[in-house]
């Protein structure tokens, strides 16, 4: 188990993942009328801070959410990636689950993964309510972050989500940054943007692991 965590540890500190020494992570709002219903459906991922899961290269990044059961949804994240001129579309299926009862927008997010053994280290690592639904109007943008400490090793990611891909050049995805910095810290000079300008794809390589 220690030398999971150890070597857990060494994984996330990569260059890409956003980590710092010592850092107290935000505290997150709760959001007690948060409806899960009204998050369902696409959304663009428009920016976000790098992390070790997601290429660097990746175009068109979504998530939708669909119906799993009443305190959970179904995750299905895509992105494209164009290698040699081939456009391929894939990701990994999920879900998001509110686990934590009087924090409803505290979701825990897991993926499922090709073996049990991989399931069962990246849960290991999962901590309940790992998502954190920071503000949502439900009809245009959502802020997510996360922040998990591991030891002295403050590890956080970051998405901004939108309907529309567009999102990020209206006044209201400025006046939303402003308050993402002020109120919860968010680092907007680490924020790598995604590309949506050609969302089509050749192939795709997804596979759907199902509930594990
Ligand atoms: C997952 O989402 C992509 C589009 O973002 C879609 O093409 C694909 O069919 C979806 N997969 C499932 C199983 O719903």
């Given at each position: 188990m220690k030398l999971f965590a150890f070597s857990g540890i060494l994984a996330f500190t990569e260059a890409k993942q956003i980590w710092s020494w010592g850092k107290k992570c935000v505290e997150a709002p709760v959001i007690a009328d948060f409806d899960i219903e009204r998050y369902k459906g696409q959304w663009n991922e428009v920016a976000r801070y790098p992390n070790?899961?997601?290429?660097?290269?990746?175009?068109?990044n979504r998530a939708t959410y669909t119906d799993r059961d009443e305190i959970s949804v179904k995750v299905n994240n895509t992105q494209i990636i164009e290698r040699d001129g081939v456009r391929e579309a894939n990701g990994a299926f999920g879900q998001a689950i509110q686990e934590i009862e009087d924090k409803p927008n505290w979701l825990t997010v897991t993926f499922n993964l090709e073996s049990g053994f991989a399931n069962w280290i990246s849960r290991l690592f999962t901590s309940k309510g790992?998502?954190?639904?920071?503000?949502?109007?439900?009809d245009n943008y959502a802020v997510v972050l996360s922040c998990q400490r591991y030891w002295f090793i403050t590890v956080e990611q970051a998405w901004f989500l939108a309907?529309?891909?567009?999102?990020?050049?209206?006044d209201q995805f400025r006046e939303l940054m402003d308050d993402a910095v002020e109120?919860?810290?968010?680092?907007?000079?680490?924020l790598v943007y995604s590309d949506h300008s050609d969302c089509s794809w050749d192939i795709n390589t997804q596979f759907d692991w199902g509930d594990v």
């Amino acid at each position: 188990m220690k030398l999971f965590a150890f070597s857990g540890i060494l994984a996330f500190t990569e260059a890409k993942q956003i980590w710092s020494w010592g850092k107290k992570c935000v505290e997150a709002p709760v959001i007690a009328d948060f409806d899960i219903e009204r998050y369902k459906g696409q959304w663009n991922e428009v920016a976000r801070y790098p992390n070790n899961f997601q290429d660097e290269e990746g175009q068109c990044n979504r998530a939708t959410y669909t119906d799993r059961d009443e305190i959970s949804v179904k995750v299905n994240n895509t992105q494209i990636i164009e290698r040699d001129g081939v456009r391929e579309a894939n990701g990994a299926f999920g879900q998001a689950i509110q686990e934590i009862e009087d924090k409803p927008n505290w979701l825990t997010v897991t993926f499922n993964l090709e073996s049990g053994f991989a399931n069962w280290i990246s849960r290991l690592f999962t901590s309940k309510g790992n998502y954190k639904m920071m503000g949502t109007d439900y009809d245009n943008y959502a802020v997510v972050l996360s922040c998990q400490r591991y030891w002295f090793i403050t590890v956080e990611q970051a998405w901004f989500l939108a309907r529309d891909p567009n999102f990020p050049q209206t006044d209201q995805f400025r006046e939303l940054m402003d308050d993402a910095v002020e109120n919860w810290g968010v680092q907007e000079d680490l924020l790598v943007y995604s590309d949506h300008s050609d969302c089509s794809w050749d192939i795709n390589t997804q596979f759907d692991w199902g509930d594990v």
